[in-house]
C-alpha cells in the first residue's frame, strides 16, 4: 500500500491530499491557512467528515507538524512510515525543469536561482519542502512543474520579439503554467478519444487565472499565459493580453509607478476591470443577468478572447480533433461554454449538445455526432498528477 502525499505550499497556506495509489483514492485532504498568524485555520476532510481547528500557526513547519500528528491522531495512517513519498508543486522551472525530479538540495538550489521569475510562489514552495523535509527526513520528495508539461514548445513560440539579450541574460521568455492541469486534462482526454496514434487537443482551463494550451500528440506545443501568469486570456482580475504600450501609456498620463501598474494588472483587470462588479465569473453573471451592460461586455471579451486562442491554435495545430473545458469556470459555466462555442461554432463546424452541456457529469462528451470537433468537460486533477509523478520517480 503505497500512501503518497501530494502538497502546494502557498506563502501563508498550505494544501494537501493524501493518495492510495494502489486505486489512486483520496483518504485524505486538507489545507493550513493564515500561517503566521494566531488566527490560523486547519481543516482535514476524511471519509466524509470535516474537522476545523483554528489556532496559532506560527509557521510552515508547525504547520506541517500539526498537518501530520492530526493525520494520526484521527486515524488516517497509523504511522507516518505509510506515508512513501511527498510531491510538491512548483509553479516556475525556468529552462532548468523539463521534468519532475527527485527533490534534493541541488533542486532546491536551482528552484531558489529562479526564484525572480515567480517571487511569491518559489520561494513559499522551498518553505514547504524545508518543513516536510524536516518533518518526514526518510522519506523521498519529488518536485513537480508548472512549467514542465511546456517545455516541448519551439522557440519560435516561446521566444518574445524583444532584443535577444533578454532571453540570453533575463530568462525572458514565454514558460506557460497550469502545465499539470493540461497535461492530466489532454491525457485524459486523449484516453477518451480511445487512445489514438495522433491527436490535436485545445485545453481551455478557466478557472480565477485561466490559460489555453494546444496539445499535439500529447505534447504541449503553445500555451496563453506566458512569462508569468498574467499572459494570455482574460481572467478574474488579470487583464491577459493587452497592447504593451497600455501600461506605459497610462504610467505617463496618470503617474502610476511600474508596482502600482503590476498591482492594476493583476488584480484590479479582468472580469472585475471591465465589469466594476467582482472577479468572481458567478457575480458577473448574475449582475449580466440583471442588465448590467458592463458585466455583459465584461462576459463578452472574456469569451471572445478564448474563441482568439482556439483559433490561433486551431491554425497551428493544423487542425483539432477534440477542445476541452476544465477548471471553476470551465468545468461548472455551461453558458460561459456555449459563449465561447458560439464564437467558433461557424468557423469550426462544432455543434454543442444543450442536454450535455448543462449536465453535471464529469468526464463528459459535449458536443453532436454531427459536430466537426469533439467537446469534453473533463474536471482537472493537479493533485493526482502530482502524486502519480512521485510514484513514478521514488518507483514505489
Ligand atoms: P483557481 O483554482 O484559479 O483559484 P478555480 O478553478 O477554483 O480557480 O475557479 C474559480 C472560478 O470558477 C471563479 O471565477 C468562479 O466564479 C468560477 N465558478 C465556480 N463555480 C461556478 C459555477 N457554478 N458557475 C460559474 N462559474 C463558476
Request: contains cysteine.
Amino acid at each position: 500500500m503505497a500512501k503518497i502525499i501530494a502538497v502546494n505550499a502557498g506563502s501563508s497556506s498550505l494544501k494537501f491530499q493524501l493518495f492510495e495509489m494502489n486505486d489512486e483514492s483520496v483518504i485524505a485532504s486538507g489545507v493550513v491557512e493564515r500561517i503566521g498568524f494566531e488566527d490560523a485555520i486547519f481543516t482535514l476532510k476524511f471519509n466524509g467528515e470535516k474537522f476545523e481547528q483554528t489556532l496559532p500557526i506560527p509557521d510552515h513547519k508547525k504547520g506541517v507538524e500539526l498537518l501530520l500528528e492530526s493525520l494520526i491522531e484521527h486515524h488516517v495512517v497509523e504511522s507516518l512510515n505509510e506515508i512513501q513519498g511527498v510531491g510538491h508543486r512548483i509553479v516556475q522551472g525556468g529552462d532548468l525543469f523539463s521534468d519532475s525530479v527527485i527533490f534534493d538540495q541541488n533542486v532546491a538550489n536551482g528552484i531558489a536561482s529562479i526564484a525572480n521569475l515567480a517571487p511569491l510562489h518559489n520561494q513559499a514552495h522551498l518553505t514547504g519542502y524545508y518543513a516536510f523535509k524536516e518533518a518526514m527526513p526518510g522519506v523521498g520528495h519529488v518536485a513537480v512543474f508548472d512549467t514542465a508539461f511546456h517545455s516541448t514548445m519551439a522557440p519560435e513560440t516561446y521566444l518574445y520579439a524583444v532584443p535577444y539579450e533578454y532571453y540570453e541574460k533575463n530568462h525572458v521568455r514565454r514558460y506557460g503554467f497550469h502545465g499539470s492541469s493540461h497535461r492530466y486534462v489532454s491525457g485524459r482526454c486523449i484516453e477518451l478519444m480511445g487512445n489514438p496514434e495522433h491527436s490535436k487537443i485545445i485545453v481551455c482551463h478557466l478557472g480565477a487565472g485561466g490559460s489555453l494550451c494546444a496539445v499535439k500528440d500529447g505534447k504541449s506545443i503553445n500555451t496563453s499565459m506566458g512569462l508569468t501568469p498574467l499572459a494570455g486570456i482574460m481572467m478574474g482580475s488579470r487583464c491577459g493580453e493587452i497592447d504593451p504600450s497600455v501600461v506605459t501609456f497610462i504610467m505617463s498620463e496618470t503617474g502610476e509607478t511600474a508596482s502600482r501598474m503590476d498591482t492594476i494588472m493583476n488584480k484590479e483587470s479582468g472580469l472585475l476591470g471591465v465589469s466594476g462588479v467582482s472577479s468572481d465569473y458567478r457575480d458577473v453573471e448574475a449582475a449580466a443577468n440583471e442588465g448590467n451592460e458592463r458585466a455583459q461586455i465584461a462576459l463578452k471579451i472574456f469569451a471572445r478572447r478564448v474563441a482568439d486562442f482556439i483559433g490561433s491554435y486551431y491554425v497551428q495545430l493544423g487542425g483539432v480533433d477534440a477542445i476541452c473545458f476544465t477548471a471553476g469556470i470551465g468545468e461548472n459555466s455551461f453558458t460561459a461554454r456555449a459563449n465561447i462555442i458560439n464564437e467558433i461554432k461557424d468557423a469550426l463546424g462544432v455543434e454543442i449538445d444543450e442536454e450535455a452541456n448543462r449536465s453535471r457529469e464529469p468526464d463528459r462528451l459535449i458536443s453532436t455526432p454531427n459536430s466537426k470537433v469533439k467537446v469534453y468537460v473533463i474536471p482537472t486533477n493537479e493533485e493526482l498528477v502530482i502524486a502519480r509523478d512521485t510514484k513514478r520517480l521514488l518507483n514505489l
